[in-house]
C-alpha cells in the first residue's frame, strides 16, 4: 500500500495511511472508512451530489458529482 498522509477534518492531525485505518482493538477499518487515532473522528469520502450520466456520439458516459468528507460511526 503506497505510503500518503491524511489529515483529520475535525482536530487537523496528520496521520499516514496506516495510523487512519487501523483500529488497535478491532483491526482494520471498512474500505473507504478513515478514524484519527488523536480524536476518534471517523469519517468517510463519499459523493455528496449525485453525478450526471450524458450520451455522446452514441456511448454513455458518467461524470462522478462532488466527494466530500462525511461523518460516520467510530469503531473501538
Known amino acids: 500500500m503506497p505510503w500518503m498522509n491524511i489529515s483529520c477534518p475535525k482536530c487537523g492531525k496528520v496521520s499516514d495511511l496506516e495510523a487512519m485505518t487501523h483500529r488497535p482493538v478491532s483491526g482494520w477499518?471498512?474500505?473507504?472508512?478513515?478514524?484519527?487515532?488523536?480524536?476518534?473522528?471517523?469519517?468517510?469520502?463519499?459523493?455528496?451530489?449525485?453525478?450526471?450520466?450524458?450520451?455522446?456520439?452514441?456511448?454513455?458516459?458518467?461524470?462522478?458529482?462532488?466527494?466530500?468528507?462525511?461523518p460516520c460511526n467510530a469503531v473501538m
Open 29 to 70: 477499518l471498512p474500505p473507504g472508512q478513515f478514524q484519527c487515532p488523536a480524536c476518534n473522528h471517523a469519517f468517510q469520502r463519499r459523493e455528496i451530489e449525485p453525478g450526471h450520466t450524458f450520451e455522446w456520439k452514441g456511448q454513455r458516459e458518467y461524470i462522478h458529482g462532488k466527494v466530500g468528507l462525511v
